[in-house]
């Protein structure tokens, strides 16, 4: 699967630090309201999400992804997805990191 979940209890420190130590780029912040949408797209790098407030389900070609408070999302590179966020909205963090040789 091209999009894999790791459930857990993240908070914004753990999700940076981890961040960090992988070597990815600078976090970038952002939020929702409930229920906002984005459509179908996709990015050239590894992206590495934490959800650490509310609710947001990725779609992908293999199915849909869900995130919770504290669990993790990693997206390969050009993976096609969308996003719904849930009733309570989210606040999220991510970053992009250096491809896995089995990802380009």
Same mark, same amino acid.
């Given at each position: 699967?091209?999009? *894999?979940?790791?459930? @857990?209890?993240?908070?914004? /420190? =753990?999700?940076?630090?981890?961040?960090?130590? +992988? %070597?990815?780029?600078?976090?970038?912040?952002?939020?929702?309201?409930? *229920?906002?949408?984005? @459509?179908?797209?996709?990015? /050239? =790098?590894?992206?590495?999400?934490?959800?650490? +407030? %509310?609710?947001?389900?990725?779609?992908?070609?293999?199915?849909?992804?869900?995130?919770?408070? @504290?669990?993790?999302?990693?997206?390969?590179?050009?993976?096609?997805?969308?996003?719904?966020?849930?009733?309570?909205?989210?606040?999220?963090?991510?970053?992009?990191?250096?491809?896995?040789?089995?990802?380009?």
């Amino acid at each position: 699967m091209r999009a *894999r979940v790791s459930p @857990g209890a993240a908070t914004a /420190d =753990d999700a940076t630090d981890s961040l960090r130590r +992988e %070597g990815c780029s600078a976090p970038r912040a952002w939020s929702n309201d409930p *229920r906002d949408r984005y @459509g179908w797209h996709e990015h /050239d =790098d590894h992206k590495v999400l934490f959800c650490l +407030e %509310g609710s947001i389900v990725f779609h992908t070609g293999d199915g849909d992804v869900a995130l919770h408070a @504290g669990d993790r999302l990693d997206l390969a590179p050009r993976t096609r997805h969308a996003a719904t966020v849930g009733s309570r909205g989210c606040r999220c963090v991510e970053e992009t990191k250096p491809s896995e040789p089995e990802e380009r």
